[in-house]
């Protein structure tokens, strides 16, 4: 069958979340940012007095949802326009301002459904990058993108998945540099931050504000968003949107949800004053690396592999989360004060109680395990290898005693012309073949290849080569250990917090572990 789909339809991935399955978990769902609890009483029995009307064949009005929304948010009812979910909001507002070729900025990581609706309408996307040191808001990269072709800038405030909040302030920043443009303002997780673009609506009407009842509300399975903007935006998106996009039973929902706010306010303050500050305590306690965010989650980088699994194995499911500069993290919600200590019980159990602490050797290369020339300080051949006296007895005593060996060496501009990888493999893989024939393994080898000049964050004495390494094992920093005869040694091993064995430049490899108090 010939393919009648747009071209860049067929270009598309369709977005496709982890979902199957998640109704029949019965263990606690903390992959969603859902609320964890059922939605108030007022909302259950609205929909039970609905289905007892017998008016379903009936199509839908929404009678004064507007008004009640419009006052919830504090703006005049013809600025709020009802959709069915964020999602068809986001849609929506592509599709009525923005045209093919267009550009739009869409700083990344963020929510998949802006980056699909630009691409279904043709758009250019531009991404600034949330850092991956900090994931902040890229401000200045985000500023120097615009120019006239851009139509759309989002601003997803606190972004999904990094939790990263946008002041005010730099929200200004970017609509006074584009005055020509739909400032798009995702507030998803406005009950939660308690962050809000709206009043600038007033002084700048091209800013459009999206909000949702799927979460603090507890209706994401009844799809109710919302968009709030100047009456004129409003009477725009009207032509878009169908007259019956929103369903009954989510009207009903909603008005009885909008009754009954102080359910939805309880369950907010718990989340964000008791339960989330209860799970930054326990991750920085235990020294696991996460993301400040103002929403109900947090995005954090697990210390064991499989983590999601183990976690899912043991009642608690998560979210993995691949994308740009935050591969292999994990995107916890949070849940009630009560959930949230099942989650660090089980952590502790699963996770934590689990891993078994081991000795590590981080052992330097040349000077220190082969002979290092005083001239070229590059070992580039087969015939300058020499493995230096007490190695091959150290490594051996060494592995006997328990400890796991890791290489680490800086190698000044490796893969340049000057130094090509050939020229480094060659000897190379001649030393490991001489260490395996006596039984001597390495765990792990890490090499950096640039020259001091380029400041990496991989050279010796920093600790960027080893990072993912440190994050994913249990050191006994206690008995572990750097060996090697530079001060760049010295002070990768005051940065790993684990003692210095020194030895002086192509000396005695199991002399200086026996001086250094490793072998007695």
């Known amino acids: 069958m010939k393919n009648l789909a747009l071209q860049r ?21 903390l992959d969603f940012n859902e609320r964890t609890l059922s939605p108030s009483l007022k909302v259950q029995k609205s929909i039970q007095q ?18 009640k929304l419009a006052c919830y948010v504090g703006v005049n009812k013809d600025q709020i326009m009802i959709t069915n979910g964020s999602d068809q909001a ?24 802006f980056s699909q609706s630009a691409q279904i309408v043709g758009n250019k996307i531009l991404r ?21 072709s851009v139509k759309l800038i989002v601003i997803c405030n606190p972004n999904n998945p990094t939790g990263t909040p946008v002041s005010i302030e730099n929200i200004e920043k970017i609509v006074n540099k584009a005055p020509n443009a739909i400032i798009l303002v995702d507030e998803a997780y406005f009950e ?10 007033k002084k700048y009407p091209n800013i459009i504000v999206l909000r949702t009842l799927s979460k ?25 949107r169908g007259p019956y996009d929103v369903n009954m039973i989510a009207y009903v929902a909603s008005i009885a949800a909008l009754d009954d706010q102080k359910v939805a306010k309880k369950y907010a303050d718990e989340i964000m004053n008791q339960a989330k500050p209860m799970v930054e305590e326990f991750f920085t306690k235990n020294g696991i690396t996460f993301y400040k965010s103002a929403g109900n989650f947090l995005l954090y980088r697990p210390i064991q592999e ?26 916890l919600t949070i849940g009630t004060t009560g959930q949230m200590k099942r989650f660090i019980k089980v952590y502790q159990n699963v996770i934590l109680n689990k891993l078994e602490s081991k000795k590590y050797a981080f052992l330097d290369r040349d000077g220190t395990l082969i002979f290092e020339p005083q001239d070229t300080f590059q070992i580039d051949s087969i015939e300058k290898l020499k493995i230096l006296g007490g190695v091959i007895k150290g490594l051996k005593e060494l592995k006997r005693q328990g400890y796991e060996l890791i290489m680490i060496s800086n190698q000044d501009g490796l893969g340049a012309s000057s130094f090509p990888q050939a020229n480094f493999d060659a000897p190379q893989n001649k030393m490991l073949n001489i260490f395996e024939e006596n039984e001597i393994k390495f765990k792990r080898i890490f090499i950096c290849p640039h020259l001091p000049s380029k400041n990496c964050g991989c050279r010796k004495p920093k600790t960027g080569l080893v990072k993912k390494f440190l994050r994913d094992n249990q050191i006994d920093k206690n008995n572990s250990f750097v060996c090697g005869d530079r001060q760049t040694d010295k002070l990768f091993a005051k940065s790993l917090g684990v003692k210095f064995i020194p030895m002086q430049t192509n000396g005695d490899f199991y002399q200086a572990l026996e001086q250094g108090g490793v072998i007695v």
């Open 128 to 148: 600034p990058l949330y850092p991956k040191q900090n994931l902040s808001f890229p401000l200045e990269e985000v500023v120097g993108m615009i120019n006239d």
């Open 9 to 29: 339809i067929k270009e598309m991935k369709s977005y496709n979340p982890p979902l199957s399955g998640r109704r029949a978990f019965s263990g606690i769902l």
């Open 50 to 67: 609905l289905l007892k009307s017998n008016k379903l064949q009936l199509y839908p009005e929404y009678g004064d949802l507007e008004g």
């Open 306 to 331: 499989q983590e999601e699994r183990i976690l899912k194995e043991n009642g608690i499911l998560v979210r993995p989360q691949d994308k740009t500069n935050i591969e292999n993290t994990l995107r």
């Open 90 to 113: 986001i849609d929506l507002i592509f599709r009525t301002f923005t045209d093919a070729g267009d550009s739009v900025i869409i700083p990344t990581p963020s929510f998949a459904m």
């Open 216 to 240: 603090a509300f507890g209706l994401p399975s009844l799809r109710v968003g919302y968009i709030v903007a100047s009456s004129n935006y409003i009477n725009e998106l009207l032509k878009v």
């Open 192 to 201: 939660y931050s308690n962050l809000t673009a709206v009043p600038l609506i």
